[in-house]
Structure formats: structure tokens, C-alpha cells
């Protein structure tokens, strides 16, 4: 059986002038059976608490996707830049910053 070629369609996507783009240093994620909520944050130094600023709500196959994106992303960023180093975990134990699972 021979394999038929994949077909690429063109996907005109829209951002809004008046997009506003929002950082976040803290990502929380949770799941049910039917969704992945992803709550982007932002901690700043010497500030208990975190404010969430964006929710991003997905199915599970289009969650794995964006995972499987943003890992061919990455591994395209460390070969032309160079490799990403993460802090040590025991940090993240003592301040819970960064991105969780």
C-alpha cells in the first residue's frame, strides 16, 4: 500500500491591530476528560501572590498538538541559538516559579 501525500492547506489567520500581547512567567495547568485549561500568570520578586492574565481552554488532541509545536519550536530555537538552560529543580521546590505541570 503506498502512501498517499500529505496536502497542505492555507490558513489565512487574523490578529487584531488593537491585540494586546501578555507575558506570563507562570503557567498553571489542569485537565478534566474534555479539557485542558492552561492559566497563564505573572509572579514579580518579593510578591506572595500571582495574577492570572490569560486562560486558554483546549481538547486534549489539539493540547498535545500545541506540546508537539512548541517542542519542534524549541528544538529549532536550541540549534541556531544554542541550548536553553533551566534552573535547577530544588529551586522550583523552594520558590514555585516557572512553568508547571
Partial sequence: M?????SRRQLNVEIPADLEAVYA????????????V?????????????????????????????????GDNLHKFEEQYGEIKTPDTSFH????????K
Fill in 25 to 36: 512567567n507562570l503557567a498553571l495547568i489542569t485537565h478534566s476528560p474534555s479539557e485542558v
Fill in 2 to 6: 503506498s502512501k498517499q501525500p500529505v
Fill in 38 to 70: 492552561i492559566d497563564f500568570a505573572r509572579i514579580l520578586p518579593n510578591v506572595p501572590k500571582a495574577k492570572v492574565y490569560a486562560r486558554v481552554l483546549m481538547t486534549p488532541i489539539n493540547a498535545k498538538l500545541l506540546h508537539k509545536a512548541l
Fill in 93 to 100: 521546590e523552594e520558590r514555585p516559579l516557572g512553568f508547571k
